[in-house]
């Protein structure tokens, strides 16, 4: 579980100075893309997957 957890923090830090410096490519795509892997297998994965659905019924009583 540290193992994980400091994972999902070194891709998070790393795609946020990626998106803030607008630097677009592969290495972004793979940073995002296991970002969101190991966010998932945290206990925030259950919260994002709420707010998600809460957002997505908001959307559709528009």
Known sequence: MAI????????GLVLFFLLRSK????GSAF??????????STGASEP???LT???VNAIGKL
Do not use: R
């Open 48 to 50: 994002m997957n709420e």
């Open 53 to 55: 659905t809460a957002v």
């Open 31 to 40: 940073i995002a893309m296991m970002f969101g892997f190991y966010l998932a």
């Open 4 to 11: 994980t957890v400091s994972l999902v923090a070194l891709f």
């Open 23 to 26: 630097t677009l490519g592969f």
